[in-house]
C-alpha cells in the first residue's frame, strides 16, 4: 500500500485521538461515583429490609398488646362481678364465701401477672419503634448521600461528553486527511490489537509492541520508498516513519 509520508504521519494524529476516546469510554464506565452509587443501594436494600422487619414486629407487638389488656379487662371484669356478690352479703354458706374470697385472690393474682405483660410488652414496642425511627433517619441519610453521588455522577459524565464532542471533531478533520485504503487498515488493526492500529517507529523501537526491530529489518525499512506503507514484523501494525526513527 502507498500513502505519502504526511498522510502517514496524520494516522498518528488519528491514533492519539482515538486512544483518548477509548479512555474517555473507559472513564465513563468507571467513574468512582457508580462503584459508590452501588455501594449505596445495596445499603438502602438491607436498611429497607430491617425497616420491613421492625414494621412486622411492630404490628405483631401491637397485637399481642390488644389481646393481654383484653385479657386484663376480662380477668378484672370477673373479679369485679365477684366482689359484687360479696359485697351484698347474699353469699350464705361459709364453704361458698371461701371459695368465692379464694377466687378474688386468684383473680387478683392472675390480673397483676397479666399488667406486667402489658407492660412487658408496651416497653419492647417502644424499643422497636426507637429501632424504626433510627433506620428511617439511616435511610434518609443512604438516599441523601445516593443522590448526592449521582448528582456528580451526571456531572462528571456531561465533562467527559463535552471532551468526547471535542475529540470526535478533531477525528473528523484528521481522518479526511487520511486515504480511505490506509484509514480502513488502520481500523481494522485496531480493532484487532487493543485498540492500535498505528504506531511510530522510534530510535529502532515499535511503539506498538514495543520491540526493538532487527538490524536486517531496520536495514530493508531504511531502504523502503517514502510513500510505502510499512507493517511492524512482530505485531503486524501499521509502522510510521518520524524524524525520531533512527533510520
Ligand atoms: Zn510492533
Not at 103 to 129: D, F, H, P
Not at 137 to 158: G, H, N, P
Not at 168 to 185: F, G, M, N, T
Request: proline share 2%; aromatic share 2%; charged share 40%.
Amino acid at each position: 500500500m502507498k500513502a505519502e509520508p504526511a498522510q502517514q504521519i496524520r494516522l498518528l494524529d488519528l491514533q492519539e485521538i482515538d486512544s483518548r476516546l477509548a479512555q474517555l469510554t473507559h472513564r465513563i464506565r468507571t467513574l468512582p461515583e457508580l462503584t459508590e452509587i452501588r455501594r449505596l443501594d445495596a445499603r438502602l436494600t438491607e436498611l429497607r429490609d430491617r425497616l420491613a422487619v421492625a414494621a412486622t414486629e411492630l404490628s405483631d407487638l401491637d397485637r399481642e398488646q390488644r389481646k393481654a389488656e383484653s385479657d386484663v379487662d376480662q380477668v378484672r371484669a370477673r373479679s369485679e362481678r365477684d366482689t359484687k356478690r360479696l359485697d351484698a352479703g347474699r353469699v350464705s354458706s361459709h364453704k361458698e364465701l371461701e371459695g368465692l374470697q379464694s377466687e378474688i385472690a386468684s383473680l387478683r393474682r392472675r390480673q397483676a401477672e397479666l399488667e406486667e405483660i402489658v407492660l412487658e410488652v408496651m416497653e419492647r414496642r417502644e424499643a422497636t419503634e426507637a429501632r424504626g425511627a433510627d433506620l428511617d433517619k439511616e435511610i434518609a441519610a443512604a438516599e441523601a448521600d445516593r443522590e448526592a453521588a449521582e448528582e456528580r455522577r451526571s456531572s462528571a459524565v456531561l465533562d467527559i461528553q463535552a471532551d468526547q464532542a471535542t475529540e470526535s471533531d478533531r477525528r473528523a478533520r484528521v481522518s479526511a486527511d487520511v486515504p480511505a485504503d490506509l484509514l480502513a487498515l488502520y481500523t481494522k488493526l485496531r480493532d484487532q490489537y487493543d485498540g492500535v492500529g498505528a504506531a511510530a517507529l522510534r530510535y529502532g523501537r515499535c511503539e506498538g509492541c514495543k520491540l526493538a526491530l532487527s538490524t536486517a529489518e531496520l536495514a530493508r525499512l531504511r531502504g523502503a520508498p517514502a510513500d510505502e506503507v510499512l507493517r511492524c514484523e512482530d505485531c503486524r501494525r501499521i509502522l510510521i516513519r518520524t524524524d525520531e526513527s533512527g533510520l
